[in-house]
């Protein structure tokens, strides 16, 4: 799967900071940007996916269910085929640059 995140010119510039706060910038890095795209995330991923837990796991047993049956019920074959269906973004756009993840 290959994921782009198109990023402004003031957000690439932070995207260039942190990474070499967090890599340096001797040119000697120990992974690749998209290496380090990958791991911040999926560190995104699990941050969210914990506070989700959490979450969940102080909800009252009626309150689960309701949020069950509701999401049983937005979740078809359809709306996945439709989501399925994203246009993918435009590489000419110039106020932005591609990250591949």
């Known amino acids: ?11 690439t510039e932070r995207w260039q900071m942190i990474k070499s706060a967090v890599m340096g910038d001797d040119g000697k890095s ?3 940007d998209d290496a380090f795209a990958k ?7 699990n ?5 989700v837990n959490k979450a ?10 309701r949020m069950l049956e509701e999401a049983e019920k937005s979740v078809t ?9 994203i ?8 106020n932005t ?3 591949d993840v």
């Not at 074959?77 to 269906?85: A, R």
């Not at 246009?87 to 110039?94: I, L, W």
């Open 47 to 51: 941050g969210f996916m914990e506070d």
């Open 77 to 85: 074959g359809e709306n996945i085929m439709e989501l399925s269906q």
């Open 30 to 32: 120990v992974m690749s």
């Open 1 to 11: 799967m290959k994921l782009y995140i198109k990023l402004t010119k003031p957000e």
């Open 56 to 65: 969940v796991d102080e909800m009252d047993d009626a309150e689960k269910e």
């Open 97 to 99: 640059a591609d990250a």
């Open 39 to 45: 791991v911040l995330f999926f560190r995104g991923i």
């Open 87 to 94: 246009p993918t973004p435009k590489a000419s756009d110039e």
